[in-house]
């Protein structure tokens, strides 16, 4: 091999290398459904968010905190992982939960095999499951995409409905394990890790001694889901300045967002919106424009053909 492919090769994985070594922070947090209840999990959840999330203005909303800045592509990889190890006697899985909006990505069964939710990226070396992370195929609800979130009040929460859904994910086999009962087990987390930490209102139905009983949302706090980065980016603006939307706004999209949660949930002002949320999602700044790591890819192939057209004259 010459000199100049030699250089060639050297030049190219220089360009490549901050893709390849961008190794993906972890927390990491037990919860053993033998000895603990919700008030636990949420309380360690809670702490490392609260330790971890970068600074942002306002940090917090009268304690409601503002998590990271959120990745560029939803299905892209995450900031920072906030791993899950849930457990009740032999049975253990591992749950990946995005930090920036408390997205859960896959899992991991007791043999230590990866899998995420359809379209996620960046569980190195998982396998995708063949459900999607949309309520309408969670709950089997593809008929009626649009009201689908409304069927989480079905769902059956608590501590023996979390330990059948452990067996499940633990026991997890493609070959074997019916997407039915897969789909529960999942659709379980996502409302008891999820929608809990983003919504206060749902975490109390299984907070305390209710915890060990069947519990679920009612048909209302369960329409709240759609209505998270709404009423985050309202609550964040109007700590910063007093005002509930804003008619005034160029694109008009406060006063809109407004009159949505109003009429979709009966969220009428800041009081009512305190009421009922936990965690705020950070909203996007207005010049993104998205990309992740495709624009970079993107980049990096603008980085290497300048290089090649300088040192070897390519492209003349």
Same mark, same amino acid.
């Given at each position: 091999?010459?000199?100049?492919?030699?250089?060639?090769?050297?030049?190219?994985?220089?360009?490549?290398?901050?893709?390849?070594?961008?190794?993906?922070?972890?927390?990491?947090?037990?919860?053993?459904?033998?000895?603990?209840?919700?008030?636990?999990?949420?309380?360690?959840?809670?702490?490392?968010?609260?330790?971890?999330?970068?600074?942002?203005?306002?940090?917090?909303?009268?304690?409601?905190?503002?998590?990271?800045?959120?990745?560029?592509?939803?299905?892209?990889?995450?900031?920072?992982?906030?791993?899950?190890?849930?457990?009740?006697?032999?049975?253990? $899985?591992? @749950?990946? =939960?995005? !930090?920036?909006?408390?997205? +859960?990505? /896959?899992?991991?069964?007791?043999?230590? #095999?990866?899998?995420?939710?359809?379209?996620?990226?960046?569980?190195?070396?998982? $396998?995708? @499951?063949? =459900?999607? !992370?949309?309520?309408?195929? +969670?709950? /089997?609800?593809?008929?009626?995409?649009? #009201?689908?979130?409304?069927?989480?009040?079905?769902?059956?929460?608590?501590?023996?409905?979390?330990?059948?859904?452990?067996?499940?994910?633990?026991?997890?086999?493609?070959?074997?394990?019916?997407?039915?009962?897969?789909?529960?087990?999942?659709?379980?987390?996502?409302?008891?890790?999820?929608?809990?930490?983003?919504?206060?209102?749902?975490?109390?139905?299984?907070?305390?001694?209710?915890?060990?009983?069947?519990?679920?949302?009612?048909?209302?706090?369960?329409?709240?889901?759609?209505?998270?980065?709404?009423?985050?980016?309202?609550?964040?603006?109007?700590?910063?300045?007093?005002?509930?939307?804003?008619?005034?706004?160029?694109?008009?999209?406060?006063?809109?967002?407004?009159?949505?949660?109003?009429?979709?949930?009966?969220?009428?002002?800041?009081?009512?919106?305190?009421?009922?949320?936990?965690?705020?999602?950070?909203?996007?700044?207005?010049?993104?424009?998205?990309?992740?790591?495709?624009?970079?890819?993107?980049?990096?192939?603008?980085?290497?053909?300048?290089?090649?057209?300088?040192?070897?004259?390519?492209?003349?």
């Amino acid at each position: 091999m010459d000199l100049q492919h030699l250089l060639l090769l050297l030049l190219v994985s220089l360009a490549f290398s901050p893709l390849l070594a961008q190794a993906v922070p972890e927390d990491h947090i037990d919860f053993d459904l033998a000895t603990e209840i919700h008030d636990d999990l949420y309380d360690k959840l809670s702490t490392s968010l609260r330790a971890t999330t970068p600074p942002y203005n306002p940090p917090d909303v009268d304690g409601r905190v503002v998590l990271a800045e959120r990745r560029k592509e939803f299905y892209g990889q995450p900031p920072r992982w906030i791993m899950v190890h849930v457990r009740f006697g032999e049975a253990a $899985t591992t @749950l990946a =939960i995005a !930090q920036d909006d408390l997205c +859960l990505f /896959g899992f991991n069964n007791s043999a230590g #095999n990866w899998y995420h939710i359809e379209g996620y990226e960046g569980l190195p070396g998982s $396998t995708s @499951l063949p =459900i999607t !992370q949309n309520y309408a195929d +969670l709950l /089997g609800r593809m008929e009626n995409p649009e #009201n689908a979130h409304k069927f989480l009040s079905r769902v059956p929460l608590g501590n023996q409905s979390a330990i059948e859904a452990v067996r499940t994910l633990a026991g997890y086999d493609p070959a074997t394990t019916p997407v039915a009962d897969l789909r529960k087990a999942m659709v379980n987390f996502v409302v008891v890790i999820s929608e809990a930490m983003r919504f206060r209102a749902i975490r109390e139905r299984i907070s305390g001694q209710r915890w060990k009983q069947e519990a679920h949302i009612t048909e209302e706090e369960a329409s709240y889901v759609i209505y998270w980065a709404a009423l985050s980016r309202l609550l964040i603006t109007w700590n910063r300045s007093n005002c509930w939307g804003d008619p005034s706004h160029p694109d008009g999209w406060m006063e809109m967002q407004a009159q949505e949660v109003r009429h979709g949930i009966g969220v009428n002002g800041a009081t009512d919106a305190l009421r009922i949320v936990d965690f705020l999602i950070r909203p996007r700044p207005a010049n993104t424009s998205g990309g992740g790591i495709k624009a970079s890819f993107r980049l990096v192939y603008i980085l290497v053909v300048a290089m090649l057209q300088v040192l070897f004259g390519w492209f003349d």
